[in-house]
């Protein structure tokens, strides 16, 4: 998860098989980065 400025905030969120868990509460707006892995050429 990142604050407004996109700087990581808290601890990084697993992934379960194809699944991912985020932790969400209502009314709560919540900014997530994903890093995708290079193709190794």
Known sequence: MT???E????S???ITGEQLT???H???I????V???RDAK
């Open 22 to 24: 985020v932790p969400i």
């Open 35 to 37: 890093d995708y892995a």
């Open 12 to 14: 990084p969120l697993t």
């Open 3 to 5: 604050n407004l400025l």
């Open 7 to 10: 700087q990581p905030q808290g």
């Open 26 to 28: 209502p009314f709560e």
């Open 30 to 33: 919540l900014t997530l980065r």
